[in-house]
């Protein structure tokens, strides 16, 4: 039993993070194809590799490591292709994109957080601007206020979830 619910944890975690291995696979491959197919591969091992995987241990960094070394291998198959990046500069990107994806992870938990702390009319107008690409102009006619008033609103509110969520990140940074 314990094997059955250690694959459910593990694929929720493939899932939860396949966006951001993809993503990393990008910024090392120049090719979108060759990122399709490297990404592809690096799910299949993966999978095979899920028992060594620590439950304890960062899921991200570990998937990036070995997406790093498929594409590594990929490349070797391929022969010298002027598109691929040295591997001093794969191993910085893949520093810089495991790091950048927790801070933005942790980011847009805090923005889930601080939506919430908004008045229903502030997330409404949010929903309405950026949901429903509504123009200033056009909230302007339905709302019947002056354009400007909407713009200084729309400031207002979007200056107050960044300085929520710089305040989360700063709590979270020093726990």
């Known amino acids: 039993m314990t094997e059955e619910k250690d694959t459910q944890e593990f694929v929720q975690l493939f899932v939860g993070f ?5 993503g990393y696979i990008n ?3 120049a090719n979108v194809n060759d990122a399709d197919e490297i990404f592809q591969e690096t799910s299949l091992v993966l999978w095979k590799k899920r028992v060594d995987f620590d439950p304890d241990a960062d899921f991200l960094p570990w998937a990036c490591g070995i997406a790093r070394q498929v594409a590594r291998n990929h490349r070797a198959k391929k022969g010298r292709d002027r598109h691929w990046f040295s591997e001093a500069f794969l191993e910085q990107i893949a520093v810089a994109r ?3 994806s927790e801070w933005l992870d942790t980011a847009l ?3 889930g957080d601080c939506l919430g702390k908004l008045s229903d009319d502030q997330r409404n107008l949010l929903e309405m601007r950026y949901g429903g690409k509504c123009s200033i102009e056009q909230l302007s006619v339905q709302l019947k206020h002056p354009a400007n008033a909407i713009y200084q609103r729309l400031h207002r509110i979007r200056q107050r979830l ?5 305040l989360r990140l700063r709590k979270e940074a020093s726990s």
């Open 18 to 22: 396949q966006r951001s291995v993809y």
């Open 27 to 29: 910024t090392i491959v």
């Open 98 to 100: 495991t790091e950048q």
């Open 162 to 166: 960044h300085d929520c969520i710089k």
């Open 109 to 111: 938990k805090g923005l």
